[in-house]
């Protein structure tokens, strides 16, 4: 019975192939906008304190967004492709926690994002049979509104490894990066702002040392607590009353064994067993030690410092293969600068509802030759926005 469903499969399989080779793009037919979608989920809502009045703005201002988008040459009406947008308020890639040193969501300009798709049209089967397709999965750019941290966390070597278990809204800068399309490029993210200021803030010398001394007090936690729990089971293993315990139900699987040396092979296990957590406890404690070690040099660090180095700019040098050498003050060769947003940016007078800066992300999949589509939508369509767009109308737009 089972070649059943495997000939069935064959079939559909084939039926499958066969409808892909009939399928075939259609680079001069007339595209679509699809129609406009927006969402402002109940904890996004919550945590931005956005009213309904506040909603309704968010998603004008978007919109405002999309109509200089859909005025760019060759996406207006598009051909061959069909457009699709979409919006939603809150940040994109981060939770709902405000960090240390961070204002808080209710105190800051509300964050936005808009995805952009150019879907290609197709036409699948044919004569009477035909029927044209413009939906599936495209490459998407992200426009990302009063947002941060995007252009920060937007190429793959901003982490700080060992400030992953600390609340810390401090990241690695990414390396200088020529403009692109006449876009200043962060990272793998393309920023246009009215603001002068910098997106970023540099970390003073003496917080990190701060923050690399908090991570080691929280890995000495877990280290001291796993030598802690090796410890506990070798007393209890080593003392009488366990040992008695232990001996008396071996005593019991000893008369029901017909090996005469059963007891004394039992009790003798239990003794290796016993003496082999000795080691592991050694080891144990040796890992603590030297983060004990590694604890009292970067707090004898930080207080020699003097007043100039505690206020100069930190830096990460990955290279380095000593932890806490890799903290450095800046400028040192190979080392990042240690930054995080800078919050200064906004301007407090204007509305919450006012772009103040706006950030294009996800355009790097689209640069190699590559990735270029045999159709005229996705990346093609894509790179053709960030193209033309009207820069000046975006900036026109930003307050």
Known sequence: MRHVPIAVSLLATCTSVALVAQSRYLPDSPGTWKPWAFRAYADDRRVFGAGPAAVKEVEAQLLRLNAIIKKTPGITNPIGFSVETSGDLGLGNEGLSVRAGEPAFTARPFPSSMG?????????????????DDTGETPHLYF?????????????????????????????????????????RYGNALVIKKSAAPIWAAVPFAEALDLVARAIELRLVDERSAAGRIQAVYDEMTSSA????????????????????????????????TASLLPQIAAAKAVAAKSEQELAS????????SAADKAAPACYASGD????????????PGCDPLVRANWKLFNPALPRTAPQILTISDFPQCLSAESQAPHVGGCRAAMRLLESIDKAALLAWLQ
């Open 321 to 332: 293969k000593v932890s806490t050498s890799r903290f450095r003050r800046a400028p040192s």
């Open 298 to 305: 970067v707090k004898a660090t930080a207080e020699g410092l």
């Open 144 to 184: 990302s509104v009063n947002d941060l941290w995007q252009p920060l966390t937007s190429f793959p070597g901003n982490r700080v490894p060992e400030f992953e278990k600390l609340d810390a809204a401090v990241v690695r800068l990414a390396p200088p990066q020529p403009d692109l399309l006449g876009f200043q």
């Open 116 to 132: 952009f798709g150019a879907f290609p049209v197709m036409e699948y089967g044919s004569g009477a049979t035909a029927k044209r």
């Open 242 to 273: 366990k040992r008695d315990q232990i001996i008396t139900l071996q005593k019991a699987e000893a008369a029901k064994s017909k090996d005469p040396a059963y007891l004394d092979k039992a009790i003798a296990r239990m003794d290796r067993e």
